[in-house]
């Protein structure tokens, strides 16, 4: 079967198209859902009802956390079983990570209810605006458990060979939450509770689409499986997923930070802790659409990466590490040029004739994202080390933008410099994890040439 896998034999670049564009869509699609509520509730609540929804996105980011490294650490063991020719094991690997995802979904939801304010409180929530972001915030957490099986499942089918699949179930979803939040928004008038309501909806559309598709797996279809954990698998699992997990916390952890450190500045600044907030949360969620677009490359690349380094085609795997470097690259640098000169048009998509908060959203927007020319590239060197095997290096180059330099150093020039000193903190971040990675990756192929004979 390995020899007859099209991961070891179609080019590169086709491949790498066949299976980055349906997943970055995937997550693109996923990640409007908030930019969707977002839209509606900045023009029927206001700069308020914008910053009360924005302080639990951190939440969101933990879900996708949690999906990632069930759903990316299942989708790389089964790619190395598939390359290795191991099918029986790669579907044992798949059942364990169902079991695992219906487990961490019932986690969730019960946790996020009985802790809901102080959960907030500790985002960075004003007392202005916690009981409106409490109202959201309960009704989202009942569409949770449907998005981490989309979102978990979208890595199992991409590596099982079916990445369009997920794209379309995830396209329905949010048609459907675009739909219904005029409807609950305004004709309703449920206010920022008609938001969540018309986001739970599509999620458990998206998420019942995507269970519906298991029956149909090529290379994981069950028979007679023990449905049943096994200690040895889980561990193989949460050890490939956890630099996606780690990537996904950091995420959150930055976000916590930087909203908190939005509140506080922000409160004795000019423009007022509710419109630094906002500004803040709203390039946050055009920014997880960039992002989203790199897992989605980075993502691609794995099922090909680990495949053929199972094969032992290691040649193979450099190519696809330099297409996908290159495609990372071209993609930066047309979200920066998005970043540094479109803050104002996009600010007033949300929020309308408010001039602070026109302004303060343009130099967010310039100053947060000054280097994201270099921010691809670290996605795909993290998502390398991931597939060939390599947690901890991949884990290393995951971890170094958000925990290792942007949090330290958003603390220490905050102090300093305020809210510029904050927001400045990410194109030295930036920067730094890009050298971090190019040198890692550098030394890796280094050793390989003297390991498995690899000529450039």
């Not at 561990?235 to 930055?254: E, R, W």
């Not at 419109?275 to 969620?285: D, E, F, N, Q, V």
Request: a positive charge.
């Amino acid at each position: 079967m390995a020899q007859e896998n099209v991961l070891g034999t179609e080019k590169v670049g086709r491949l790498l198209f066949k299976f980055s564009v349906p997943t970055a869509l995937t997550l693109m699609v996923n990640s409007l859902y908030n930019i969707v509520d977002q839209i509606f509730i900045g023009r029927a609540v206001g700069i308020d009802g914008v910053a009360a929804t924005n302080v639990s996105f951190p939440l969101f980011i933990l879900v996708a956390a949690v999906s990632l490294l069930i759903g990316d650490g299942c989708a790389a063991n089964i790619s190395l079983s598939l390359g290795r020719d191991e099918g029986e094991i790669a579907k044992r690997y798949f059942v364990n990570g169902f079991l695992l995802l219906f487990m961490a979904g019932a986690v969730i939801f019960f946790g996020g209810i009985i802790f809901l304010k102080p959960m907030l409180l500790f985002f960075g929530a004003s007392t202005a605006v916690i009981d409106i972001s409490a109202a959201y915030t309960g009704i989202i957490l009942w569409g949770f458990p449907f998005s981490m099986f989309t979102m978990a499942l979208t890595a199992i089918i991409r590596a099982d060979g079916n990445p369009g699949y997920m794209m379309r179930t995830m396209m329905i979803g949010t048609a459907i939450n675009l739909v219904l939040d005029p409807i609950l928004i305004f004709w309703c008038d449920m206010g920022v509770q008609g938001a969540a309501l018309a986001t739970i909806a599509g999620q458990m559309i998206s998420g019942g689409l995507a269970l519906a598709y298991l029956p149909r797996m090529e290379h994981l279809r069950l028979h007679k499986e023990k449905i049943r954990l096994e200690r040895a698998y889980v561990f193989s699992i949460f050890k490939l997923g956890f630099p996606s997990f780690c990537m996904q916390m950091a995420t959150a952890a930055t976000q916590i930070v930087m909203y908190n450190l939005m509140r506080r500045y922000g409160e004795i600044s000019v423009y007022g802790s509710e419109i630094t907030l906002s500004a803040y949360g709203i390039m946050t969620k055009l920014y997880q659409i960039a992002h989203s677009m790199f897992v989605g490359l980075a993502a691609g690349t794995q099922p090909i990466h680990g495949f053929n380094f199972g094969a032992k085609r290691f040649g193979r795997v450099r190519q696809t590490y330099r297409v996908g470097f290159v495609a990372s690259l071209v993609i930066s640098f047309l979200w920066f040029s998005i970043f540094r000169w479109g803050g104002t048009i996009i600010a007033e998509i949300f929020v309308q004739n408010e001039p602070l908060f026109l302004e303060f959203t343009r130099d967010c927007f310039r100053a947060y994202m000054l280097a994201f020319f270099l921010y691809g590239p670290p996605q795909i060197t993290a998502s390398f080390f991931q597939a060939v095997g390599k947690p901890m290096k991949a884990l290393l180059v995951a971890l170094a933008r958000q925990v290792i330099f942007l949090i330290p150093l958003a603390l220490l020039l905050s102090r300093r410099f305020g809210l510029e000193g904050a927001l400045f903190a990410a194109p030295i971040a930036d920067t730094m994890a890009f050298l971090l990675a190019i040198a890692m990756v550098f030394y890796e192929f280094h050793t390989w040439k003297q390991v498995y004979n690899i000529a450039d």
